[in-house]
């Protein structure tokens, strides 16, 4: 049984940085890949960037490419640079224990096995 919990959330002023964790228990062994989602009310949570746990590949979100950075240790780290107002959303953690079929099946919230609990980022214009 995997548990996630993620912190580092709070607000933050437009163009600012935040960095996001994941401490995650056993992924070295039963986690293929880990991500983050996230979700703004009113919205459908979306896919906002992904690494696998064995060789570190990494996947981002067109919307979040070159401001967003996910990384890995035993911690799973989510660093937000140049933060825009429409960033903000409940950011959550995720991990699926194997590999689905599918192109980009990553991005798909249905396809993983294990979430956190959430994370509050708030961006001020």
């Known amino acids: 049984q995997v548990q996630l919990v993620e912190s580092g959330g709070g607000l933050v002023q437009a163009g600012g940085s935040l960095r996001l964790s994941c401490s995650a228990s056993?992924?070295?062994?039963?986690?293929?890949?880990m991500a983050w989602f996230r979700q703004a009310p009113g919205k459908e949570r979306e896919f906002v960037a992904a690494?696998?746990?064995?060789?570190a590949i990494t996947y981002y979100a067109d919307s979040v490419k070159g401001r967003f950075t996910v990384s890995r240790g035993n911690t799973v780290y989510l660093q937000m640079n140049s933060l825009k107002p429409e960033d903000t959303a409940v950011y959550y953690c995720?991990?699926?224990?194997?590999?689905?079929?599918?192109?980009?099946?990553?991005?798909?919230?249905?396809?993983?096995?294990?979430w956190g609990q959430g994370t509050q980022v708030t961006v001020s214009s």
């Open positions: 995720a991990a699926a224990r194997r590999g689905s079929s599918g192109s980009a099946w990553y991005r798909s919230s249905y396809k993983y096995d294990y």
């Open positions: 056993g992924p070295s062994f039963s986690i293929y890949i």
């Open positions: 690494i696998t746990w064995s060789s």
